[in-house]
């Protein structure tokens, strides 16, 4: 059983020595442990550092991609390099990487495809109240959206199985925690939550900036995969809503027709007609978006094929 441990890198020259050093040498279940370091597009010493430590590949981005692209491109690579089990971990040691085997064992075991690492928010010293709140509630959210029982979705600690992360492709720009259970649910694999500890603050966030980006990047994050992996969902409510107020608008209009006062209320019955056109146009991209939904998933479902054939596991 083959583990890759991948780690994105942006200038970590002087958290990337900790982390790597933190990193168990044997792992329950594990028979052969390997490091990949994503540098994106770092300017200090994080490659030279990398490479001295050993690590075993280095993927490299000429010009900062963002945290989403780099950990897609790290588990792209991970399976190339024919990882069994992948583990993501970040380069700030924020996450403690004892509990890597807490992780890979439900994988192991095949009791879970996706692990993720539930951090104890609420005993994290670090974390002010403000950004408490918003982990918690961007969990609750996600729950929502996609149906899974996880309690620290923002969590980037997590560990993927080889077919999971054939599965997994992230098109966001900003996050990959999100995405990826949304997709997971979609995929039909199974996600699991586990405790896991957390390390001393080294360092500011460089994700969350402040809380109101966060907020509104989060929640145009959001808004976008619903549309992107609920198309039908979204475009048939929203012509819903069209409809009901058409409707509304034109039994108004009948009303006051029916007492003779149907002149005196003609733009009614005009924003009724435009309203109801609406809904028809938008229940017709509705069933073009959901076609179009299928035919991405048997792209996906190719690429897999594709990967398997090329990878030769």
């Known amino acids: 059983m083959k583990l890759i441990i991948q780690i994105p890198c942006y200038n970590e020259e002087d958290s990337l020595p900790i982390t790597l050093k933190a990193i168990p040498k044997e792992i329950k279940g594990i028979d052969k442990t390997e490091i990949l370091i994503i540098n994106d597009g770092s300017s200090d010493n994080t490659v030279r550092i990398a490479q001295d430590s050993g690590v075993h590949y280095i993927v490299?981005?000429?010009?900062?991609?963002g945290l989403a692209r780099a950990f897609d491109a790290g588990l792209k690579a991970c399976v190339r390099y024919g990882a069994d089990i992948i583990v993501n971990l970040d380069a700030d040691n924020q996450y403690c990487a004892d509990d890597i085997e807490k992780l890979v064992e439900p994988i192991i075991e095949h009791r879970a495809d996706?692990?993720?690492?539930a951090r104890p928010?609420?005993?994290?010293?670090?974390?002010?109240?403000?950004?408490?709140l918003l982990q918690k509630l961007g969990s609750f959210v996600m729950k929502k959206l996609s149906g899974a029982d996880i309690s620290d979705a923002p969590s980037g600690f997590r560990a993927f199985s080889r077919?999971?992360?054939m599965k997994i492709n992230i098109f966001d720009t900003y996050t990959y925690t999100m995405e990826s259970i949304i997709q997971a649910q979609r995929k039909g694999l199974s996600i699991l939550s586990v405790p896991i500890r957390v390390n001393a603050d080294l360092r500011p966030s460089r994700l969350i900036k402040n809380n109101f980006t966060y907020i509104f990047r989060s929640a145009k994050t959001m808004i976008r995969f619903f549309i992107i992996y609920h198309p039908f969902r979204f475009f048939i409510s929203l012509a819903s809503i069209f409809f009901i107020l058409g409707f509304f608008l034109g039994f108004r209009y009948l009303y006051f027709f029916l007492l003779g006062d149907g002149a005196?209320?003609?733009?009614?019955?005009i924003l009724c007609g435009l309203l109801i056109?609406?809904?028809?146009?938008?229940?017709?991209?509705?069933?073009?978006?959901?076609?179009?939904?299928?035919?991405?998933?048997?792209?996906?479902?190719?690429?897999?094929?594709v990967q398997k054939l090329q990878n030769g596991k």
């Open 264 to 269: 005196g209320h003609i733009q009614s019955l």
């Open 121 to 132: 928010i609420n005993s994290i010293k670090h974390f002010s109240p403000v950004k408490k």
């Open 114 to 117: 996706i692990v993720i690492g």
């Open 60 to 65: 490299n981005f000429s010009k900062n991609v």
């Open 163 to 165: 077919e999971a992360a």
């Open 277 to 305: 056109t609406g809904g028809f146009q938008t229940a017709l991209l509705a069933i073009i978006s959901d076609l179009l939904a299928i035919n991405r998933k048997l792209i996906e479902d190719v690429q897999i094929k």
